[in-house]
T-cell receptor, first 111, second 114 residues
Framework: QKEVEQNSGPLSVPEGAIASLNCTYSDRGSQSFFWYRQYSGKSPELIMFIYSNGDKEDGRFTAQLNKASQYVSLLIRDSQPSDSATYLCAVKRPGYSTLTFGKGTMLLVSP | DAGVIQSPRHEVTEMGQEVTLRCKPISGHNSLFWYRQTMMRGLELLIYFNNNVPIDDSGMPEDRFSAKMPNASFSTLKIQPSEPRDSAVYFC????????????FGSGTQLSVL
């Protein structure tokens, strides 16, 4: 099993819908979880982080963490075409000094 | 703040040549990271510095790769000799301190080795 796994997509949603992006991780005991957005040809940009089980909301974005299931997700409400990008999940694994990134899920929001 | 600054933005070179990538972290950030991104392997950590000292270089592929951080505002990643399989986007990132995982990425260097 890969350390941090994401469906590569593309995930296609219509404008105004809720986009749900999922990420699973293999190392139980991982402590910190991050979502980065990467537009085509650009660098990753941090948009959300979560440390505790449950939900964390920031504007149209909600991060959800379930450590028992080793699962973290990102919900984007009222999706806009400008949300079209690749979303990278990153995890701070125990015993590692830095983040481990998934390969990302491409999101396409159609007008 | 100008953010993390990388140069060059694009580099095209021939196999066997030396390549040097440069990075200026955000002022006041004590941790600096070099990542490589490819379609096949995603974003991979190459090396991580804290307070100019290499902490984790386990991701450096082989001896052809070397990285230095002579001071808090400058780092280089060197590939000598370069090979076609080194073609990728190389990102530099910085964070405020060790253990702070909120990374700020530079614009990257697109490297093509012919």
């Amino acid at each position: 099993q890969k350390e941090v796994e994401q469906n590569s997509g593309p995930l296609s949603v219509p404008e105004g819908a809720i986009a749900s992006l999922n990420c699973t991780y293999s190392d139980r005991g991982s402590q910190s979880f991050f979502w980065y957005r990467q537009y085509s040809g650009k660098s990753p940009e941090l948009i959300m982080f979560i440390y505790s089980n449950g939900d964390k909301e920031d504007g149209r974005f909600t991060a959800q963490l379930n450590k028992a299931s080793q699962y973290v997700s990102l919900l984007i409400r009222d999706s806009q075409p400008s949300d079209s990008a690749t979303y990278l999940c990153a995890v701070k694994r125990p015993g590692y000094s830095t983040l481990t990134f998934g390969k990302g899920t491409m999101l396409l929001v159609s007008p | 703040d100008a953010g993390v600054i990388q140069s060059p933005r694009h580099e095209v070179t021939e196999m066997g040549q030396e390549v040097t990538l440069r990075c200026k972290p955000i002022s006041g950030h004590n941790s600096l990271f070099w990542y490589r991104q490819t379609m096949m392997r995603g974003l991979e950590l190459l090396i991580y510095f804290n307070n100019n000292v290499p902490i984790d270089d386990s991701g450096m592929p082989e001896d052809r790769f070397s990285a230095k951080m002579p001071n808090a505002s400058f780092s280089t990643l060197k590939i000598q000799p370069s090979e076609p399989r080194d073609s990728a986007v190389y990102f530099c990132a910085s964070s405020l301190s060790r253990g702070n995982e909120k990374l700020f990425f530079g614009s990257g260097t697109q490297l093509s080795v012919l």
